[in-house]
Structures are given as structure tokens and as C-alpha cells.
């Protein structure tokens, strides 16, 4: 492929949607990726206007069906190189499979699709044309999330017996669906959001940092998912006991009606030898903790590796970091890495070369079906009083 900026086609993001602003600031991030056309809002009108009067030039389209059979006539140096979807849960599906069998790789925004059975035929079809499949689990992007990876995955925790995963926010603690939050309209409908509001929208996050730091799955959940809020049919508070593939223990819970919580993404990880603990309000750092001794605070930025604690840090982790410590990066710094690392997976798929893709720098579409069918268990195990229930694809 020429060294050209890579072209990216948005679905979504009129009309002040939320998401498609931080990506838009994540693609340009690094001058080598660029938006240039977009399918921007349902109605095809709307749509058009919106991209007529973007903030630079891109080429408008009344629907992403028709963006995607426009790209599917041109030859493959001239197509998209890849679609960015930021439309609500429940467009996902139906853009990512016409995408994908046109041959165009997809980062599709989170929960991947609204339920199992979707995300199992949008996994075959990414399969059967072999493109590159992101999943926008952004706090995976966060170069201290790659570091409590490696913290865990290289065993410097011992072995692991408990992990305490959970995202909690207070936005949805009264009826704000009612009161003109459009993000919250569709969240609360299950046609649009899913089985699962609070644990697909964000226990998936939780669950996703669970597998990505310590390499492992969940085997099996005893879920409850409550409402508080009257009025409301899915969960807006999202409790659950795992069983971890190693045989330890831990819990993903998510909350949305947790008052003065913002985006109050935690993780824990407690071994045999020492405990980590991370949060993304504060993502320039980890810390970890050792039996008699101060705590240890990692900065990002400002790692030694063999410091009696850290053995060897591998070279690209140390030398990944784009700014100084101390010049905070945060959530756009986290999406900008998961553009960045796909783009690499892109770039390779174009020049018909083989890519990775394979979940070790960003959620690929095998954690995307994870997610969904973690929410499929814990629905069935919600609805038998708790009662456990393994998950498909855990391995
Ligand atoms: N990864 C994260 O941290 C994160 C954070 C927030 C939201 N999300 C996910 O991003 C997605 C969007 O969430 P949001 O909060 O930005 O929602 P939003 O309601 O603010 O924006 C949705 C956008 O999609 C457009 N849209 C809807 N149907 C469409 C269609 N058929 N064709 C074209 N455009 C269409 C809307 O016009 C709007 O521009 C959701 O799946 C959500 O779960 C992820």
C-alpha cells in the first residue's frame, strides 16, 4: 500500500452524537489517518446535511448501505480502508456484516452487536473474508493497561485467585431517559441497546479489562441484574461472580446508579505474591502491592525495568509511551493507540500481507463475541436466582 493517510468512512456521529467525537480525535491523532466519508445519521436528509456542513471535507452519504455498495464497485486501491462504527448497539450488526463482506476491515464500537447470536454470524463472516475487526474497548488502549498485562501475564503476581473488575457510574440514577438524554433514550430500550443496558454497556468494559490483564477467561457467572430506577426493563446496576479459567475467583459489576460516580473503571488483580490495582480516572498509573512492603506506584513513562520487583520490561513497552511522563495522557491517548494498532493490522491487509489481529493490543472480534455471550450467561443466570452458568467460547 502507498504511504498515504490511511481513508476511513464513519457510520454514525451526527448531530452531536457523543462517541464519534473522541474518535475523530483518535484517527487524526498521528497525521496518517483521516475521516473522508461518512453515513453520519438515519434519516438520509439529515444525514447529508450534517456531512455538508462537517467541520472539514468529507463525502456525505444518505446511508451507510449506500457508502458501503458505492466502496464495494471501486477497486480495492481506491476503497475505504476501513469503517468506524459509533452508531447506537443496535445498528452494529446489519453496518459490520455489509461492511465486512465487502472486504473492508471494521472497528465497531462496543457491545459488538445485541445479542449472540449476531455476534456469532458476524464472527463467521469475518472469518470466511479474513479482514481486520476491531472492537472499541478503549481503556484497553491505555499504555498502563499493556503494563498491568504484562505485571500479571508474566507472573509476578504468582498465581491469581482473585480479580475484582467493575465500571461505576451515577449518570442513569433517576429516569434521565425521560428528561431528554437521547444517549440514555436508546440505552434503556432493549430493541436498540440488548438484552443487558448496564452490563452490556459497560460490564462488558469491565469484563474486557478482566481478560485483557490477566489472560484469562471467565468460565462461568452467577449474575444478578437489578432495576432500581421504576420504569426502566433492563438492569441499571449488574452483579457478578466468575469463575476464572485458572480456577480462581472474581467479580465483574457494573453500576449506573451509583451517585457522584463518573467513569469509575477499576480493576484488582490479587495473587499469591502481591496485588495490582489500577483505575482509568487515574490511568497514568499502577500500583502494586507487595506483603511488607510501601506500596509501589508505576508511572507511566517512568518505568525501570529489574527493580526488585519488575524482572526484564520488554523494549516496545518501555519505548511505546508518546509523551513524557508527567504530560498526562488519557481516554483520547487510549482510543488514539487502538487507531494506531489497527492501523498497523490495515496497512498489512492492504498490501495483502498477514496481520495479527489477534487481541494482544486491541479487543479483536473473538472478545467481541466474549462479551456477548458472557451477557447471554448472565441473563440465563439472572433468571434462575443466581444460578450458575458456564460461558460459551471460554476457554
Ligand atoms: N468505547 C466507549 O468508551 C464508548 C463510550 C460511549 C459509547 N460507546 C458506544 O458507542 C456507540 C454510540 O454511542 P453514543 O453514546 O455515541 O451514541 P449517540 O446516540 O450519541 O450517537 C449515535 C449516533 O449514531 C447515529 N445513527 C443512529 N442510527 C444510524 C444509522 N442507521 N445510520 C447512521 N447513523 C446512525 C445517530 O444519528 C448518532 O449520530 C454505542 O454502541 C455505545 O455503546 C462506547
Known amino acids: 500500500m502507498p504511504d498515504r493517510p490511511l481513508r476511513i468512512g464513519m457510520i454514525g456521529g451526527g448531530c452531536g452524537a457523543f462517541i464519534a467525537q473522541p474518535h475523530q480525535k483518535a484517527i487524526h491523532f498521528d497525521g496518517t489517518r483521516r475521516v473522508v466519508a461518512a453515513a453520519l445519521h438515519p434519516d438520509p436528509k439529515i444525514a447529508m446535511d450534517e456531512a455538508a456542513n462537517w467541520k472539514y471535507p468529507i463525502k456525505g452519504y444518505p446511508s451507510y448501505d449506500e457508502m458501503i455498495a458505492d466502496q464495494s464497485k471501486l477497486p480495492d486501491d481506491q476503497k475505504l480502508d476501513y469503517i468506524l462504527i459509533v452508531t447506537p448497539n443496535f445498528v ?12 473492508i476491515p471494521v472497528i465497531c464500537e462496543k457491545p459488538l452487536t445485541v445479542s449472540l447470536e449476531e455476534a456469532e454470524k458476524l464472527t463467521e463472516a469475518v472469518e470466511k473474508n479474513n479482514v481486520p475487526f476491531a472492537v472499541a474497548h478503549t481503556y484497553l488502549g491505555h499504555w498502563s493497561t499493556w503494563f498491568s498485562r504484562h505485571i500479571v501475564t508474566s507472573g509476578l503476581l504468582g498465581d491469581i485467585r482473585w480479580v475484582d ?24 430500550d432493549p430493541k436498540k441497546s440488548g438484552g443487558s443496558l448496564c452490563g452490556g454497556d459497560i460490564g462488558t468494559h469491565a469484563l474486557m479489562q478482566l481478560r485483557f490483564v490477566t489472560g484469562m477467561d471467565v468460565t462461568k457467572v452467577s449474575a444478578h441484574m437489578e432495576t432500581f430506577v421504576k420504569g426502566r426493563v433492563l438492569d441499571d446496576h449488574f452483579t457478578v461472580y466468575c469463575e476464572l479459567s485458572n480456577g480462581g475467583k472474581g467479580m465483574v459489576r457494573a453500576s449506573q446508579i451509583c451517585i457522584g460516580h463518573k467513569n469509575d473503571l477499576a480493576i484488582e488483580v490479587a495473587g499469591t505474591k502481591g496485588t495490582l490495582a489500577w483505575r482509568q480516572e487515574e490511568p497514568e498509573k499502577v500500583v502494586v502491592m507487595l506483603p511488607n512492603q510501601p506500596d509501589r506506584v508505576y508511572w507511566r513513562g517512568a518505568v525501570c525495568a529489574n527493580d526488585g520487583f519488575l524482572g526484564d520490561v520488554p523494549e516496545w513497552l518501555l519505548k511505546e509511551p508518546t509523551i513524557p511522563s508527567g504530560h498526562p495522557e488519557g481516554f483520547h491517548d487510549a482510543y488514539a493507540r487502538l487507531h494506531r494498532e489497527f492501523e498497523k493490522d490495515v496497512r498489512a491487509y492492504w498490501a495483502g500481507k498477514p496481520f495479527s489481529c489477534d487481541g494482544s493490543k486491541y479487543a479483536n472480534i473473538y472478545d467481541g463475541r466474549m462479551g456477548l455471550s458472557f451477557i447471554a450467561s448472565c441473563i440465563k443466570s439472572n433468571s434462575e436466582g443466581g444460578a450458575w452458568e458456564p460461558v460459551k467460547y471460554a476457554k
Do not use: C, M, P
Open 165 to 188: 473488575s467493575s465500571y461505576i457510574q451515577g449518570w442513569l440514577a433517576t429516569q434521565v431517559e425521560n428528561q431528554g438524554a437521547e444517549g440514555a433514550k436508546w440505552r434503556t
Open 92 to 103: 452494529h450488526f446489519d453496518a459490520a456484516y455489509k461492511a465486512v463482506n465487502a472486504g
